[in-house]
């Protein structure tokens, strides 16, 4: 079975703290993925990674940043925490999609909780 | 950009009912679609990955359709049981890649002892 792992369920930290939050996926899957989830907003992409070093802007990077130094992991980092980065956190990963059939099933870690006061 | 709905929002039904939840997108060029199970405050669980070649994919009591031309996804849960009350989402590639990915809003599914 794929596992992916997230380094914290819940996180509370101080308005202008830096934050790291960790993926790890056991799978040797390419593709690697960062969400939020927010009430009634759904989820919402903030990067992906297709590759070790390779990185794409989701569709809510401001405020963001992530590193793939390794193919099993993915970090997202929060330079300066503020109020509403206060949200669910939820990484995905997926095989690269093949030529002749696309795969792309994800699997998503358990969350992390952030709250940012 | 593909937009993915999920009508209704919230559902209630007693056990032993047999549902249908619905999912829409705007672009019916996808290649294939995912169904997902929430529980409160966890991640996304992994239903049914239906491709669009397929029409139907089945598991146990659950049974995912997809019609491309009309942008529409079914998801039917026979003889409903309390554990299965969670939020159920869907969600599309973005492209041929599927290295982006669209999700519904999901449906809140309640299933009454």
């Known amino acids: 079975d794929v596992k992916v792992t997230q380094s914290s369920r819940y996180l509370v930290k101080r308005t202008g703290e830096k934050v790291f939050l960790e993926c790890v996926q056991d799978?040797?899957?390419?593709?690697m993925f960062w969400y939020r989830q927010d009430p009634g907003l759904g989820l919402r992409l903030i990067y992906f990674s297709y590759d070790v070093k390779m990185k794409e802007k989701g569709d809510i990077p401001e405020g963001y940043s992530v590193s793939r130094e390794k193919k099993e992991r993915f970090s997202l980092i929060l330079e300066s925490a503020s109020t509403n980065q206060t949200s669910m956190y939820l990484c995905?990963?997926?095989?690269?999609?093949?030529?002749?059939?696309?795969?792309?099933?994800?699997?998503f870690g358990p969350g992390t909780r952030l709250t940012v006061t | 950009k593909q937009e993915v709905t999920q009508i209704p929002a919230a559902l209630s039904v007693p056990e032993g009912e047999n549902l249908v939840l619905n999912c829409s997108f705007t672009d019916s060029a996808i290649y294939n679609l995912q169904w997902f199970r929430q529980d409160p405050g966890k991640g996304l669980t992994s239903l049914l990955l239906i491709q669009s070649s397929q029409r139907e994919q089945t598991s146990g009591r659950l049974n995912a359709s997809l019609d491309k031309s009309s942008g529409r996804s079914t998801l039917y849960i026979a003889a409903s049981q309390p554990g299965d009350s969670a939020t159920y989402l869907c969600a599309v590639p973005a492209g041929y890649t599927g290295n982006q990915f669209y999700f519904g809003t999901g449906t809140s599914l309640t299933v009454i002892p």
């Open positions: 995905a990963s997926s095989l690269a999609s093949l030529a002749v059939a696309p795969t792309g099933e994800q699997y």
């Open positions: 799978m040797d899957h390419e593709n």
